[in-house]
C-alpha cells in the first residue's frame, strides 16, 4: 500500500514537502514505476499535477511549474513532492501513486494554502 505525509495548514508562499513510501508487494515493483503526485481540492475531481519517471525525469502541471519539485529514492521506497510558493489554490488532498495502472489509493495528505 501507499502512504502519504507531510501535509499542514501554511500561509501562502510557505512551503512544504510531502512524501511517500509503499509498503508490501508493491515495493517490489517501485524501481521501474513512473509514480505520480495528484491533488484534489474540495468539489473538484483529483488531477495528476506532477510526475517522477523511472530515470528521475520529471513533468509538471502548468500549474505548479517551477514551484513544485518532484523526486524519488528508489532504495528506500519513497517519492517526494517540494512545493514552494504555495497558494491558496494549491489547498487539496495530496496523493501519490504509480502512474499508469494505478495502485489502490492512499488516504493522502491535507494540505491547506491560507491566503
Known amino acids: 500500500h501507499v502512504v502519504e505525509s507531510g501535509g499542514a495548514l501554511v500561509q501562502a508562499g510557505g512551503s512544504l514537502r510531502l512524501s511517500c513510501k509503499v509498503f508490501?508487494?508493491?515495493?517490489?515493483?517501485?524501481?521501474?514505476?513512473?509514480m505520480g503526485w495528484y491533488r484534489q481540492a474540495p468539489g473538484k475531481q483529483r488531477e495528476l499535477v506532477a510526475i517522477v519517471g523511472s530515470d528521475k525525469s520529471t513533468d509538471y502541471a502548468d500549474s505548479v511549474k517551477g514551484r513544485f519539485t518532484a523526486s524519488r529514492d528508489n532504495s528506500r521506497k519513497m517519492a517526494y513532492l517540494q512545493m514552494n510558493d504555495l497558494k491558496p489554490e494549491d489547498t487539496g488532498l495530496y496523493y501519490c501513486n504509480r502512474h499508469t495502472n494505478n495502485w489502490p489509493w492512499g488516504q493522502g495528505t491535507q494540505v491547506t494554502v491560507s491566503s
Open positions: 508490501g508487494a508493491i515495493t517490489s515493483v517501485f524501481n521501474p514505476s513512473p
